[in-house]
């Protein structure tokens, strides 16, 4: 199986398309009904921009969460709360690059830290520069990815922000490792564990100890790896499929690697069923071009062909899901200038409105 250095990096975390409620509401949806509720029936603005914070927060990693983000922008910057305003930005950027809209979540990023350096937020600017590290280092500029996570990690230090250095260090244990720098990016992905250990934050951890494992399987180290996988796949079977095909990814390989061909097929097996109820093409075709590979070195020609038709065609409706993105992410743009040049032509009109109203006034004195 061949790949660029940052396919061994790109880790659950990172890199999630979007997930609709399904499992995930049954868990947070009380909490996102009682919010909503309340959202709707808020008076003021100042309680509807709390309110929908938080609600977003809460369901951020759904469907539904990008219809409220805008709103809840739109109430920040009004209000002034620059920090909700950031924060805000961020989480839509998330939503963006979770759509594989990276372009788009770049723009948000880069929004949301210009706003805060101009609010002196650390906090908001670490976390922007979290985010843009991790679009350079999609596009495989590690050096560059390096020094934003390096920014954020001073800004997260200046004000000893745990849960922002949690999410640094996992960040950038990743672009560490692509740089060939191993050693440095176990202790940074240790560091993350560490907090995560001690704020207690359980999905976060099984998270950062999953890359920890991916890390040491990338370096050859297949000892004491399993578990930690094993952990967030059954995490992912009763909250998050896409995150369980990511760890049956892992866990093919981890099998084929030590010789334990028939788990390693039994758990690809197990990856084509779930990816029949929530696709996750990047996964699949790593899993594919493995049993392809395994069966083909085997002579087993009948499955190798099997599995190299089922590769062509993951890899026929990955591609057309990117172009769907691109699309989405062009349409997406356009609204965007349209609600700017409507927001001026109000702008316009209201000024106009008040400039004859002077005249008026003059008028009549």
């Not at 760890?247 to 069923?273: D, H, R």
Request: no cysteine; aromatic share 12%; net charge negative.
């Amino acid at each position: 199986m061949t790949s660029n250095p940052s396919s061994f990096f790109l880790f659950i975390l990172f890199f999630t398309p979007t997930i609709s409620f399904g499992s995930y509401f049954e868990k947070f949806g009380t909490k996102a009904d009682s919010l909503l509720y309340r959202y709707q029936n808020a008076d003021s603005d100042r309680e509807k921009l709390d309110l929908l914070s938080e609600l977003v927060k809460v369901i951020h990693y759904s469907d539904s969460a990008q219809k409220y983000y805008p709103e809840a922008i739109r109430l920040a910057n009004k209000l002034g709360d620059h920090e909700l305003e950031a924060q805000n930005l961020n989480r839509l950027g998330v939503y963006y690059r979770n759509m594989n809209l990276q372009e788009e979540a770049l723009k948000l990023y880069e929004e949301a830290l210009v706003i805060s350096q101009k609010n002196n937020n650390p906090v908001q600017i670490g976390h922007s520069l979290n985010n843009i590290g991790q679009i350079y280092f999609y596009k495989d500029l590690f050096e560059e990815s390096l020094e934003y996570y390096k920014a954020a990690e001073a800004n997260f230090l200046k004000v000893d922000n745990k849960e922002g250095l949690a999410y640094n260090y996992t960040g950038m244990s990743p672009v560490l490792g692509a740089l060939g720098k191993n050693k440095e990016a176990l202790e940074v992905i240790n560091k993350a564990i560490a907090i995560r250990e001690e704020q207690g934050n359980e999905r976060q951890l099984l998270v950062s100890k999953f890359n920890r494992s991916v890390l040491l399987m990338s370096m050859g180290e297949y000892n004491n790896v399993e578990e930690d996988i094993l952990n967030l796949y059954h995490y992912g079977i009763n909250y998050d499929k896409i995150r369980a095909i990511h760890a049956l990814e892992k866990l093919v390989e981890l099998n084929l690697a030590t010789g334990k061909i028939s788990e390693a097929v039994q758990f690809a097996e197990e990856a084509k069923a779930l990816h029949g109820q929530r696709p996750n093409s990047e996964s699949i075709i790593e899993i594919y071009e493995m049993m392809y590979q395994l069966y083909f070195d085997r002579g087993n020609t009948a499955e190798s062909k099997n599995y190299l038709a089922l590769l062509e065609e993951e890899k026929e409706i990955l591609s057309a899901e990117r172009i769907k993105n691109y699309l989405a992410g062009l349409t997406i743009k356009k609204q965007k200038d349209e609600i700017a040049a409507l927001s001026r032509e109000n702008e316009l009109m209201q000024s106009n409105q008040k400039f004859k109203m002077y005249i008026t006034f003059a008028l009549l004195m």
